[in-house]
C-alpha cells in the first residue's frame, strides 16, 4: 500500500473516531424536541434554545417539513443534526415522536451507535419507549438513561431505577445523582468524582444553566436533609454494585444514567459530555458476505431513509446515507451495489429540517442527504473500490391494512406514481391482492399514522383524492406459492404480495385465527 494510501486511511480511522452517532427515543412528550435544542444550544448551533424545534411562539423554524406536522405539532420526518461539542462531531438523528408512526423511526435505529432513552420523571418507562428501546436491545445499541423534567414532581430516583432494571433488565448504573427530590432540583453529585454541582435555570431558561461546583460541607450545610438523602442513596448504590461499567454498556446490558430538565437546559451539558467520553465511535460494520466493513476502508454507506417533496422550493427525493466507512467527497462517482451501476453524488447535502449545507467531504457516522436520487431505495448499499453490501434493513411486520382507491379515473396515472413513490419511500407497504386488482391496492403500516401519511402526499404532492377502507386484519406472516393454495380454502384470511420484495404475507383478523389455521395444516409455512 502506498505511502498516501496509508495516511487517508490513518486520517479517516482519527475523522471515524471524533464521531458520535445517536439518537433520542423516548415516548411522545418526554422532551426530545426540547432537549434537541438544548443540546444543539450547548453546542452553539443555535443562539437561543428554540431555533431548531421550538413550540409554541418559538415554532419551527427549520423543522417541520409538512403542513400536516405543523397542524399537529408532530415531527414525522428525520434527518440529522449534526454540530461539534469539545473536539468531537456530534450527529443527531431526529426520530418521529409520535406513538403510533414507528417504522421510520426504527429505521433511523439502524444508522445510529448509540440511543439517548429520555424518560419523563414523572411517568418513568411509557409503551413507545419500551418499543423503541426493544429495537435497540435486538440490534445491541448501547443506550444512555437521562431522567427528564426533574424540575418538577415526578417518582422517586430510585424507584425509576429499579423500574429500569425490573421492565426492561438494563442494569442502571447512574453517572450523576440528584440533590433534591423531582420537583426540588438543586443539582448533581458525579458518582465518579463526588464533585457536587449546584444548576440553576438562567432567567428565562434559554440560555444555558448557571453552574457552580460546591464542596460537600458547603452542599450539606445548604441543603441539609436534601443532602443527606442523597448521600444515603449513593451508599445504597454503591453497595449494589451500580457503578459505570464500560464494557457492559457497549454490550447493551448496562445504561449509564443522568438527571436533569432540558427545559431548563440542566444536566445536558454533562450528557454532553457523556457521549464524547463514553460512547461508542462508529467500529466495523457487518456485511452480507460475513465480513466486517473496517472504518478506515474504502468509502461505503447505506440509505436508511428516502424523503421526497421535502419542501416546496426544492421538489426533489433525498436520499440520506449512513456512512459506514472512507472519506466521501462530494462529487464522488460510487457504486449502487443492487445495480452495480454508477452513482454521481454531484448534489450531497448536510440537512436539518429545512435547512441545507453543501457538504464536501464526510466521514464515518456522518449522514450525507442525496438530492435528486431516485435512483436509490431504503437500505441501499453504495460504495467504492471492493464490492461491499450490508444486510437489507429489517421489515417490519404491518398491524393495519386498507385498500385505497380513487374515483377520479383521470388521475389513475398519478395515483400509480404517487404509490410507487409511497412505497419507495417506505411511508407504507404496498401489497397487490389477486381479487381487487391494480386498481385497488392495500396499503399496510405498522401504525394507523402511516396512512395519514400517506393519503395527505397523495393529494398534496400529486393531486389525487382517496378513499381508504379499513380491512379487518392485524397479523401478517409470510407465507409461499404452496401456502397461498392452502389458504384459498380457507375463509378469514387473504395472501397478498408485497410490492417492495414480492413476499407473499397472509393476513388474518387476530392471531387466533392464524393459530388455528396453522393447527389444521402442519405444512403450512407461516413466519410471523
Ligand atoms: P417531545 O418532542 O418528546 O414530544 O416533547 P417536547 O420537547 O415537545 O416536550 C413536551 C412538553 O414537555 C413541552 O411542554 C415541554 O416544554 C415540556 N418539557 C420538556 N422538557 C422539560 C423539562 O425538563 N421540564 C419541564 N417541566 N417540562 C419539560 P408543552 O406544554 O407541550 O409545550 P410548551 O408550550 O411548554 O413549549
Not at 442527504?369 to 404491518?398: K, M, R
Request: hydrophobic share 40%.
Amino acid at each position: 500500500m502506498s505511502q498516501s494510501v496509508l495516511a487517508s486511511a490513518a486520517g479517516v480511522a482519527v475523522q471515524a473516531g471524533r464521531r458520535r452517532t445517536f439518537a433520542v427515543i423516548s415516548h411522545p412528550d418526554a422532551g426530545k424536541s426540547t432537549m434537541t435544542e438544548a443540546l444543539a444550544l450547548h453546542a452553539r448551533v443555535i443562539g437561543q434554545a428554540g431555533a431548531v424545534h421550538g413550540k409554541g411562539d418559538r415554532r419551527g423554524v427549520v423543522s417541520d417539513w409538512m403542513a400536516m406536522e405543523q397542524q399537529r405539532g408532530i415531527s414525522v420526518t428525520s434527518a440529522a443534526l449534526q454540530f461539534s461539542y469539545r473536539d468531537t462531531v456530534i450527529n443527531l438523528l431526529d426520530t418521529p415522536g409520535h406513538a403510533d408512526f414507528s417504522e421510520d423511526t426504527y429505521r433511523v435505529l439502524t444508522a445510529v451507535d448509540s440511543a439517548v432513552m429520555l424518560l419523563d420523571a414523572a411517568k418513568g418507562l411509557e409503551p413507545q419507549t419500551l418499543k423503541l428501546f426493544e429495537v435497540c436491545r435486538q440490534r445491541r445499541i448501547p443506550v444512555i438513561t437521562f431522567i427528564n423534567k426533574w424540575d418538577r414532581p415526578g417518582h422517586d430516583a430510585l424507584a425509576l431505577m429499579d423500574e429500569i432494571e425490573q421492565r426492561i433488565g438494563l442494569k442502571p448504573t447512574p453517572l450523576t445523582w440528584p440533590v433534591g427530590i423531582a420537583g426540588q432540583f438543586h443539582g448533581v453529585i458525579d458518582r465518579r468524582t463526588g464533585v457536587f454541582t449546584r444548576m440553576q435555570r438562567s432567567p428565562g431558561g434559554a440560555d444555558l444553566a448557571i453552574e457552580e461546583e460546591m464542596s460537600a460541607a458547603d452542599a450539606a450545610e445548604r441543603y441539609g436533609a436534601d443532602w443527606d438523602t442523597a448521600s444515603e442513596e449513593l451508599d445504597l448504590l454503591e453497595m449494589t454494585g451500580a457503578d459505570h461499567d464500560q464494557a457492559a454498556f457497549l454490550a447493551a446490558t448496562s445504561t449509564p444514567v443522568l438527571f436533569g430538565a432540558a427545559v431548563a437546559n440542566l444536566g445536558v451539558r454533562q450528557l454532553l459530555n457523556i457521549l464524547v467520553e463514553l460512547a461508542p465511535a462508529p467500529t466495523a460494520q457487518p456485511t452480507v458476505a460475513g465480513t466486517d466493513q473496517p472504518v478506515d476502508g474504502t468509502f461505503s454507506g447505506f440509505v436508511f431513509k428516502i424523503q421526497a417533496n421535502m419542501n416546496r422550493a426544492h421538489r426533489d427525493q433525498v436520499a440520506f446515507m449512513r456512512i459506514c466507512s472512507g472519506r466521501f467527497e462530494r462529487g464522488m462517482v460510487v457504486t449502487h451495489a443492487g445495480t452495480g451501476k454508477p452513482f454521481a453524488t454531484k448534489y450531497a447535502q448536510q440537512m436539518f429540517g429545512q435547512a441545507r449545507d453543501t457538504i464536501d467531504e464526510a466521514y464515518p457516522g456522518d449522514v450525507v442527504g442525496l438530492v435528486n436520487a431516485t435512483a436509490l431505495g431504503i437500505g441501499d448499499t453504495l460504495y467504492v473500490g471492493a464490492p461491499v453490501q450490508y444486510p437489507p434493513l429489517p421489515s417490519f411486520p404491518p398491524e393495519h391494512f386498507a385498500v385505497v382507491r380513487t374515483s377520479d379515473t383521470s388521475a389513475f396515472k398519478r395515483f400509480r406514481r404517487g404509490i410507487e413513490q409511497l412505497d419507495g419511500e417506505g411511508v407504507v407497504q404496498v401489497l397487490r391482492s389477486e381479487q381487487r386488482g391494480d386498481q385497488a391496492p392495500v396499503l399496510a403500516a405498522v401504525g394507523p399514522m402511516q396512512f395519514e401519511v400517506a393519503t395527505h402526499r397523495l393529494e398534496a404532492e400529486f393531486g389525487v383524492r382517496v378513499q381508504l377502507d379499513h380491512l379487518p386484519y392485524e397479523v401478517a406472516a409470510r407465507t409461499d406459492a404452496a401456502g397461498r393454495e392452502i389458504l384459498k380454502k380457507e375463509s378469514n384470511v387473504e395472501v397478498m404480495t408485497r410490492v417492495r420484495d414480492d413476499a407473499l404475507l397472509a393476513v388474518f383478523p387476530h392471531r387466533w385465527r392464524m393459530r388455528t389455521i396453522a393447527g389444521r395444516h402442519p405444512d403450512l409455512r407461516l413466519d410471523a
